[in-house]
Each structure stands twice: as C-alpha cells, then as structure tokens.
C-alpha cells in the first residue's frame, strides 16, 4: 500500500467519525433523527467523494494538493465541505484541462457533425 492508499483509507475513516461527531451534535441542538442522519449521510458521501479525488489526483497526476486540502479543511458540516470541494476543484481542474484533452478526437466525423471530445470533464464528448 502506497501514500494513496493510505490516504484514501485514513480519509474515510476521519470522515466518517467527523460525520457522526456532527449527526451527535445535530441530535444534540434538537434537529429532528431523520434530518440528522441525512446530513449525516450527506456529509460522508462528500467525504467519501473527496477522498476518491484525492487517491485518483495522486494515482494518475501525482497531486498531493487534493489530499493536503482535505487534511487542512477536514470533514462533517456543510462549510468545510464547501471550502474543501471549491479548493479541491481549484487544484484539479486546470490538471484536468491540460492533460486529458484528446485532441485525436476533435474532428472525428459523427453522425455528419464535428465531435468536441470532452473527456477532460468526464462527458466524453458532444455534437455541434
């Protein structure tokens, strides 16, 4: 097991106590149990989804950024969350941007229209 590995794994488990320590918290200030566990969830598959990024950024990029923001901003409530995902997108976009764009496919013929591929955003492409 490498760092990412690791990081990936230490992740999820600081995720899930800071989501539990915030459905407690929840439960705690009167916030009705079915509420509670859906922050609760919430915050976790945030979380869960952030630590992914990170164990893809470094595995395929060698991006440490991702996994230092996580660390930095940690997990459970809406605010880091935000804060946590708005960094995390501003370190892994432009990488995205400049190095998944598949310029073999930018004119391929489809259907009778240019194909724009797009796979640097996960949408594999769209007609003009």
Same mark, same amino acid.
């Given at each position: 097991?490498?760092?990412?590995?690791?990081?990936?794994?230490?992740?999820?488990?600081?995720?899930?106590?800071?989501s539990?320590?915030?459905?407690f918290?929840?439960?705690?200030? &009167? #916030? =009705?149990?079915?509420?509670? /566990?859906?922050?609760?969830?919430?915050?976790?598959? !945030?979380? $869960?989804l952030?630590?992914e990024?990170?164990?893809?950024?470094y595995?395929?990029?060698?991006?440490? &950024? #991702? =996994?230092?923001?996580?660390? /930095?901003?940690?997990y459970?409530?809406?605010?880091? !969350?935000? $804060?946590?995902?708005?960094?995390?997108?501003?370190?892994?976009?432009?990488?995205?941007?400049?190095?998944?764009? =598949?310029?073999?496919?930018?004119?391929?013929?489809?259907?009778?229209?240019?194909?724009?591929?797009?796979?640097?955003?996960?949408?594999?492409?769209?007609?003009?």
């Amino acid at each position: 097991m490498g760092y990412a590995d690791n990081m990936r794994i230490l992740g999820n488990i600081s995720c899930g106590m800071g989501s539990l320590a915030t459905y407690f918290q929840n439960k705690a200030d &009167g #916030v =009705n149990s079915s509420v509670a /566990a859906n922050n609760m969830i919430g915050n976790f598959m !945030n979380g $869960a989804l952030r630590n992914e990024a990170g164990y893809y950024a470094y595995k395929d990029f060698g991006l440490r &950024g #991702v =996994n230092d923001i996580n660390i /930095a901003y940690g997990y459970g409530d809406a605010q880091k !969350n935000t $804060a946590a995902t708005l960094g995390i997108l501003g370190v892994v976009t432009p990488q995205l941007f400049f190095n998944s764009f =598949n310029y073999n496919t930018m004119y391929t013929q489809t259907f009778g229209m240019p194909y724009m591929g797009l796979g640097m955003m996960g949408m594999g492409g769209y007609l003009c």
